[in-house]
């Protein structure tokens, strides 16, 4: 299976996993979405790594995927150069219904 299409199933998996598993005060949550730059066909497209309730997590989730690249490089993606984490506001008035 493409790297891509197998990486946008896994983080489809984790946004259903996630919407249903939430904690959240009053209506409103965040999620943290990790992106890396040049893993799909465009090299300078951003592209989903994963869906996190806790920033800390995506974090974390960077660092477990730069322990791969220990061959290549220390840090083979890094924080605003070509890793992002974007803070996503989910609204919904039936959170636990």
Do not use: P
């Not at 489809?12 to 730059?37: D, F, P």
């Not at 066909?41 to 806790?54: I, L």
């Amino acid at each position: 299976m493409h790297f891509s299409l197998a990486l946008c199933l896994k983080v489809c998996y984790i946004i259903k996993t996630i919407t249903t598993q939430l904690t959240h005060e009053g209506n409103m949550q965040n999620v943290h979405v990790l992106q890396l730059q040049g893993t799909g066909e465009d090299e300078y497209a951003y592209e989903n790594a994963g869906v996190f309730v806790k920033y800390e997590d995506a974090v974390t989730k960077l660092a477990n995927i730069n322990s791969e690249y220990t061959e290549v490089k220390e840090a083979f993606f890094t924080l605003d150069d070509n890793a992002r984490i974007e803070v996503w506001e989910l609204e919904d008035d039936d959170w636990g219904y």
